[in-house]
């Protein structure tokens, strides 16, 4: 019985995620992994990543390439998604925001979009003085120019993440989803921040609704655009919430109590039913993410 099991944190995907590098070219200031991200460069050990999920794919489903910022390396990542494609019957995505290697290497980064199941694309902002801003690093590229141009948009889903100061008021989500919705990507994700207090601005708060609790009732949900927004978007629009659990300033409800007491009576068959681990650099392979 999996009635609890609603959220990431359930442990509700058979998936692994990949730590493919430690190395990022954005200094984002709610970044989760912030506190172990390097600047020099230096490659990672896509095969040894790609051997160990290989040999351990029983049970699993997917693969999401993270970092870091792992399109620094899309040799490594063409790479490794071949290997893992050919091997296995894994599909796999990856998450990136399109670091200029992207725009160099056009031919190899259209191999590894042609490979992939599915690209989460960051993009922070419609406005590419505030994308900046959040990214802590100016732009070497003309990034709105590629987006309108990206190949295979119909494997992209745009990610956008609610970031007090920067993009946190009605009217420029409204107007950073509408200048995406005409580009015809597959999606939005939009996230509340986690992890960082100073940047964290509940969606609730923004557009004046009480939605139910994240952790008891789905921290990730498709939303009506016309019944929440107040327009209508081509484009489906993923919400990604945040809960006590991520945002220290956020209290569990009466409902998220109760879902911690079934979770801990009904523990034994939600753990047999579910398998997610964390692969890193060198192919060690986690339960969850650590510190490094």
Not at 1 to 25: A, E, P, Q
């Amino acid at each position: 019985m999996r009635l609890f099991s609603k959220n990431c944190c359930d442990g509700i995907y058979n998936s692994y995620d990949v730590h493919f590098t430690k190395f990022c070219d954005n200094k984002c200031a709610h970044c989760v992994d912030r506190g172990s991200l390097a600047v020099n460069s230096g490659k990672p050990d896509w095969k040894a990543m790609a051997d160990a999920i290989i040999a351990n794919q029983d049970g699993f489903d997917d693969v999401l390439i993270l970092g870091g910022e792992p399109c620094l390396f899309l040799y490594e990542v063409l790479q490794f998604v071949r290997a893992v494609k050919e091997h296995s019957s894994l599909k796999v995505f990856c998450t990136s925001s399109v670091p200029k290697t992207c725009y160099d290497d056009w031919i190899v980064f259209s191999e590894v979009l042609g490979l992939l199941d599915g690209f989460n694309m960051s993009v922070q902002h419609h406005n590419e003085e505030i994308a900046d801003k959040i990214r802590g690093t100016v732009s070497q590229y003309d990034r709105q120019a590629l987006y309108r141009n990206m190949p295979m948009k119909h494997k992209i889903r745009i990610n956008l993440n609610i970031v007090r100061g920067h993009l946190d008021t009605k009217e420029s989500l409204i107007e950073c989803l509408m200048h995406y919705d005409i580009m015809g990507f597959n999606s939005f994700k939009l996230s509340e921040i986690q992890h960082s207090t100073n940047d964290y601005k509940s969606f609730e708060e923004i557009f004046g609704i009480k939605m139910r609790s994240p952790y008891f009732g789905g921290c990730q949900d498709y939303i009506d655009t016309e019944k929440v927004l107040g327009i209508k978007l081509k484009t489906p629009l993923l919400l990604k919430r945040s809960c006590f659990i991520c945002e220290e300033t956020l209290r569990a409800s009466f409902m998220d109590g109760a879902k911690m007491i079934g979770k801990y009576l009904m523990r034994q068959p939600i753990i047999d039913n579910t398998r997610y681990g964390v692969v890193y650099e060198d192919g060690s392979i986690r339960k969850g993410w650590v510190k490094q």
